[in-house]
């Protein structure tokens, strides 16, 4: 039996990732911050012994101190919530900032300060954090989201290197292109220009970052820490 927190579980990714990785005995927390219909949806399709939907905005810091005191005994965490705002820097405000900063960073850190107390006296445990390749290419408009997102691929290595010799592995995922959230409105208005730079010449789906996701917290990867694994179709490189 498995106590397993999805953040972002109403995201495309996040639903992908739970469908994925969800088995029986499991008890699994979803979060999300505003489709609760999703979450909803969601809970009924997964196989889970115990399936809790928890809704609300990880910026919020007492819904977060509430979401907290839930994940005592978790031996998951998947940080999959992300704010992803578009603009020059200049003409962003701070709230816009704030945002960013509090849901893709601080809501992770507390998350994961949370739950590897337990983790390391159990000597196991498995967190994987959701980066994107924002963090290994400059994108326009983006300066902020990027810089949250290669906070998370430095953190993920440092708190691997803190935690690994107890037996918990901390790893992390960097999404290219997927067909999915907030990339959707992207392609409103670059259209075909995106898949143009995917080696692949499509666009990926959210299942197959799901399906490195369940192998990343599976046995099967019993040896990989401290790993960032780019799923990008060969965006990031210009094959």
């Known amino acids: 039996m498995r106590k397993i927190l999805v953040t972002g579980a109403s995201s495309e990714i996040g639903a992908a990732i739970c469908r994925k990785i969800a088995e029986s005995d499991d008890e699994m927390i979803l979060h999300g911050c505003r489709n609760v219909g999703a979450l ?13 939907i928890s809704a609300g905005n990880l910026a919020d810091s007492g819904y977060l101190s509430d979401l907290i005191k839930t994940v005592e005994g978790c031996d998951i965490l998947v940080n999959c919530a992300a704010a992803t705002l578009s603009a020059p ?8 900032i704030d945002l960013m900063i509090s849901v893709n960073l601080l809501a992770m850190i507390r998350l994961c300060r ?24 400059g994108v326009r408009g983006q300066t902020v989201y990027a810089g949250t997102k290669g906070f998370i691929e430095s953190f993920t290595r440092s708190l691997a290197a803190e935690c690994s010799r107890k037996g918990v592995r901390v790893n992390c ?23 143009k730079n995917v080696a692949l010449n499509r666009l990926g789906k959210p299942e197959e970052v799901a399906a490195v996701a369940a192998f990343l917290l599976s046995e099967s990867a019993s040896f990989i820490v401290g790993e960032v694994v780019h799923v990008n179709g060969g965006f990031m490189y210009g094959l």
């Not at 009924?44 to 809790?52: A, G, S, Y």
């Not at 820097?89 to 816009?96: G, R, T, V």
């Not at 995922?173 to 898949?195: N, R």
């Open 173 to 195: 995922i960097a999404p290219g292109p997927i067909d999915a959230g907030s990339l959707k409105g992207l392609l409103s208005y670059t259209g075909d220009e995106v898949k």
């Open 89 to 96: 820097l200049a003409q962003m405000s701070d709230a816009e």
């Open 40 to 52: 909803e949806q969601l809970r009924d399709e997964l196989p889970c012994r115990k399936t809790v």
């Open 114 to 137: 949370e739950v590897v107390p337990g983790m390391l006296a159990r000597r196991k445990g498995s967190i994987l954090n959701i980066s994107s390749v924002a963090a290994s290419r």
